[in-house]
């Protein structure tokens, strides 16, 4: 899920959005449902998902539909608009499925494309002079909005899989080091722990956020050693909660927790992934946000940080739900 705030773009033709859609996603779908929300004429919301096998429509539909509707709710939008992408044989059964569901809510259908083969077909335009039954032909490189999204700094990946790639684990030498250095980090912990107490613990998490921010607002990185002493800290709800603080939508802020995210010494991923997730979400990016969830969620399937973002995410709330949090001296989640 996205809740675009990107500057406008015109779009005035069913082109136009078929070539924002992966602005609006960070990737170019393949396999995909999207549904794209609109209030008024502008979009409030935008959310893929895996097209199913035919023969597994109806199970799926029920769930995905309750979903869909809760974000288009919760994104107070108006109208939609279905997009499947692939071939015929699996994006119609979901469309046909979907389509009349949301169409029985207070949501108007404005409009059902197929994507295909450089090629977009209407489910529900039955003109054949704007519609033809063999598809109208659409070059996105061609198109004006896609000048004025790169103009405007948005970038697109060509696939999900390269957005999951941007944030998977290190390799080979990288990650020998900072595993080396996570088994040097959490001796130090234990040895903190036993002369100065969980006091002593704080103090040292808050000063190693600090250093942190410290380090990736001038635009450097931490050393293997202060990234894993810092993992092992995180995990503290008092100190990741200070991390927490202090991350906003700043696109460093994202860039940050991409690093650390990714040299993590893996079972310890869950806080940056969620604290990533966050960042992702309040600039508006919920496709690197739902990456970074799956990866909390693989890590520590019962990390509620993680699950209270997912959730989130899937109902479509803006991140403005979240202002404010985590109050200062109040009760935090583990």
Do not use: K
């Amino acid at each position: 899920m996205t809740s675009p705030n990107n500057p406008r773009l015109p779009i005035t033709s069913p082109a136009d959005l078929l070539t924002a859609v992966p602005y609006l996603l960070g990737f170019h779908p393949t396999d995909s449902l999207v549904i794209v929300g609109l209030t008024g004429t502008r979009i409030a919301v935008a959310s893929r998902a895996d097209l199913p096998q035919p023969s597994q429509v109806a199970a799926w539909a029920d769930d995905y539909i309750l979903s869909q509707i809760r974000m288009l709710r919760n994104a107070a939008a108006t109208r939609a608009i279905a997009v499947g992408y692939g071939p015929a044989a699996t994006v119609t059964s979901a469309v046909d499925t979907v389509i009349p569901r949301l169409a029985a809510t207070d949501i108007d259908v404005f409009d059902a494309l197929r994507v295909t083969d450089g090629r977009y077909f209407s489910y529900l335009c039955q003109d054949p002079a704007c519609c033809p039954t063999d598809g109208v032909p659409f070059d996105p490189q061609r198109s004006d909005i896609a000048m004025h999204a790169i103009v405007a700094g948005c970038h697109v990946l060509p696939d999900r899989a390269a957005l999951v790639a941007s944030i998977a684990p290190t390799t080979g030498d990288a990650r020998v080091a900072v595993t080396r250095a996570t088994a040097h980090a959490r001796a130090r912990r234990r040895t903190l722990i036993s002369e100065a107490g969980r006091d002593g613990l704080i103090l040292a998490g808050e000063q190693a956020v600090r250093d942190m921010l410290a380090r990736y607002a001038d635009e450097q990185t931490l050393t293997d050693d202060e990234l894993a002493w810092l993992t092992v800290l995180l995990p503290v709800p008092a100190i990741r909660d200070v991390a927490w603080q202090a991350t906003d939508a700043q696109p460093w802020h994202v860039a940050m927790w991409t690093d650390i995210t990714r040299r993590a010494h893996p079972p310890l991923v869950a806080p940056p992934a969620s604290l990533l997730a966050f960042a992702a979400w309040r600039r508006g990016d919920g496709a690197l946000a739902s990456i970074a969830i799956d990866r909390a969620l693989a890590a520590n399937p019962n990390y509620s940080l993680a699950q209270l973002i997912d959730q989130a995410l899937r109902a479509g709330l803006a991140p403005s739900v979240l202002d404010g949090w985590p109050h200062p001296g109040q009760p935090t989640i583990a």
